[in-house]
C-alpha cells in the first residue's frame, strides 16, 4: 500500500527538498549509497573483488532539466572509466547508466541520450568492460530500446533492462533472447497503471519465471537482478535445465540489499554482480529502494525522528 506512495514522492520536488534536509537521512542514505564521488567507490570495487563480487556501478541521477547536465553526466562516467581503468578488473566492473540522466526527456531527448551515451560505451569497450542500460518508467522504453540497437551494431556487449510487471517484457524477451546479448531481469521499480503492468506479487513473481526461461532457453547471457530467494532458486533450476554452466548467466543484487546472499552465491561459484550506486543525487533512486520494502521507511522514519 505504501509503494505507490512513496513512489509519487519520489517524483516531487517539495519532498526531495525534505527528505534531503531532513537529520538522519544520510544515515539511511548510506546503507544503499556506497558514497558521494568516485574516490570513494574505488575501495568499495576493490573489497567486492577481494570477496570474489563483481560490481556494476550507477552514478545516481537522474530527472535532469538541461543539456549541460546531461554533459555532465556523461563526463561523470567518462571519469568513472578512467579509474576502472587503473583498477584493471576488465567486465569485472562494469558499468549501468539511466539514460534519462544523459538527456532523453529533454528536446530531441532520444539523439541526445545517444550522443552522449555513445563515449561513454565506446570507452568502455576500450577498457574491456561493458555497459548496461537500466530500465526507467515504461514511457521510456521504446526510446531506450532503439538506442540498445543501435549501440550493439558497433558494441554488441552492451547490456539492457527488462521488467517482468510490463505486460510487453514477455514478446521484448523472445526479440532479446538472441546470441550475443546480455539482459538483465528484474521486477521493476517504478509507479505503472494497470494498462500496462501488473500491479500484484504473484502475478510480476509468475511473469518474470516465464520471461526468465525465455532468457535461459534462449542463446543469450541472463542476468538474474532479484534478491527474492524463491526466484534466486527457479533461476539455478531454468539454468540446470537449459544445461547452461555457471559463467553462462550471472546473479545480481543491489548495494546495500541482502549482502550475506551476495557472498553466498559467489561462494558456491556463481557470478554474483553488485549494483553499485554511488553520487551526489540520490533521491530518486534511495526513494525507490524505500518503497521495495515498507521495513525500510519504518528504520528512516525512526533514524530521522531521533536525530
Ligand atoms: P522483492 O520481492 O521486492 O524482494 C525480495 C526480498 O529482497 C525482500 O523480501 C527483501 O528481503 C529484499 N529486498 C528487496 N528490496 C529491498 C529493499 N529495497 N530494501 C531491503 N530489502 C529488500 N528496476 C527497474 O525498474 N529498472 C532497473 O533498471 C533496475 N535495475 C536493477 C538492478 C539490479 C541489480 C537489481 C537487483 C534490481 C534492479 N531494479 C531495477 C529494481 C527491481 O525492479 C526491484 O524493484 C527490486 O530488485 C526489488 O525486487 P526483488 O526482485 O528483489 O523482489
Not at 97 to 116: C, D, I, P
Not at 167 to 196: N, W
Request: glycine content about 8%.
Amino acid at each position: 500500500m505504501l509503494g505507490p506512495v512513496i513512489l509519487a514522492a519520489s517524483r516531487s520536488d517539495k519532498m526531495r527538498r525534505f527528505i534531503s534536509a531532513a537529520p538522519g537521512t544520510k544515515q539511511v542514505v548510506d546503507r544503499f549509497i556506497a558514497g558521494e564521488s568516485v574516490d570513494d567507490v574505488v575501495p568499495v570495487i576493490r573489497d567486492a573483488a577481494a570477496a570474489g563480487l563483481e560490481v556494476t556501478l550507477d552514478v545516481v541521477g537522474e530527472d535532469i532539466t538541461t543539456p549541460e547536465q546531461a554533459a555532465a553526466a556523461r563526463d561523470a562516467y567518462l571519469e568513472l572509466v578512467g579509474r576502472l581503468e587503473e583498477l584493471g578488473l576488465g567486465v569485472r566492473a562494469e558499468m549501468s547508466v539511466k539514460l534519462s540522466m544523459f538527456g532523453q526527456a529533454l528536446e530531441n531527448g532520444h539523439e541526445l541520450a545517444l550522443a552522449n551515451v555513445r563515449p561513454v560505451v565506446e570507452a568502455a569497450a576500450a577498457i574491456g568492460t561493458t555497459v548496461t542500460l537500466d530500465a526507467e518508467d515504461h514511457t521510456t522504453l521504446d526510446s531506450m530500446f532503439a538506442i540498445h540497437e543501435e549501440l550493439r551494431k558497433d558494441f554488441p556487449q552492451t547490456g539492457c533492462v527488462i521488467q517482468s510487471y510490463l505486460f510487453r517484457t514477455e514478446a521484448d524477451a523472445r526479440r532479446l533472447a538472441a546470441a550475443g546479448s546480455r539482459v538483465r531481469l528484474v521486477k521493476g521499480a517504478y509507479k505503472e497503471p494497470a494498462s500496462v503492468a501488473y500491479q500484484s506479487k504473484p502475478e510480476i513473481d509468475k511473469a518474470y519465471v516465464r520471461i526468465l526461461k525465455t532468457l535461459m532457453q534462449g542463446e543469450g547471457y541472463p542476468m538474474i537482478g532479484s534478491h527474492d530467494p524463491r526466484l534466486i532458486a527457479i533461476g539455478q533450476e531454468l539454468a540446470r535445465q537449459a544445461g547452461r554452466k555457471l559463467d553462462e548467466y550471472e546473479f545480481q543484487m543491489l548495494y546495500g540489499i541482502r549482502s550475506e546472499e551476495h557472498i553466498r552465491l559467489a561462494a558456491e561459484g556463481h557470478r554474483m554482480r553488485v549494483y553499485t550506486a554511488y553520487g551526489t543525487d540520490w533521491y530518486g533512486y534511495f526513494m525507490r529502494r524505500l518503497a521495495e520494502k515498507p521495513a525500510n521507511l519504518l528504520f528512516f522514519g525512526r533514524s530521522v525522528l531521533t536525530k
